[in-house]
Nanobody
Framework: QVQLVESGGGLVQAGGSLRLSCAAS????????MGWFRQAPGKERDFVAA????????YYADSVKGRFTISRDNPKNTVYLQMNSLKPEDTAVYYC????????????????????WGQGTQVTVSS
């Protein structure tokens, strides 16, 4: 069982930066693959970034590539999402998620790949 708690959201002007944190409980955190998703009002939950512990790889949605960076600190049981050059279209509730399975193909981008979800943190980017 893993519990996830996001923090670090807020209001920022376009071009600014935020760093989201996702603190995980559970002794087996290091064995989980981790992802970040976001959901804007009236829209589906979309993939943002993922970190495969087993493969040592990171994955990003095209819309955030070059601006966002996912990282993890296993001793602190925390995964981060550094967001730079923010745009108004980045406004959404951001969720972190944990998967017990190894990614295959592009499964890291699928909502149903993940077993545990945080409650979300609001990010608002003003123009």
């Amino acid at each position: 069982q893993v519990q996830l708690v996001e923090s670090g959201g807020g209001l920022v002007q376009a071009g600014g930066s935020l760093r989201l944190s996702c603190a995980a409980s559970g002794r087996t955190f290091s064995s989980y693959n981790m992802g970040w998703f976001r959901q804007a009002p009236g829209k589906e939950r979309d993939f943002v970034a993922a970190f495969s512990w087993t493969a040592g790889k990171t994955y990003y949605a095209d819309s955030v590539k070059g601006r966002f960076t996912i990282s993890r600190d296993n001793p602190k049981n925390t995964v981060y999402l550094q967001m730079n050059s923010l745009k108004p279209e980045d406004t959404a509730v951001y969720y972190c998620a944990a998967s017990r399975r190894s990614y295959y193909s592009n499964s890291y981008a699928r909502v149903d790949e993940y077993d545990y979800w945080g409650q979300g943190t609001q990010v608002t980017v003003s123009s």
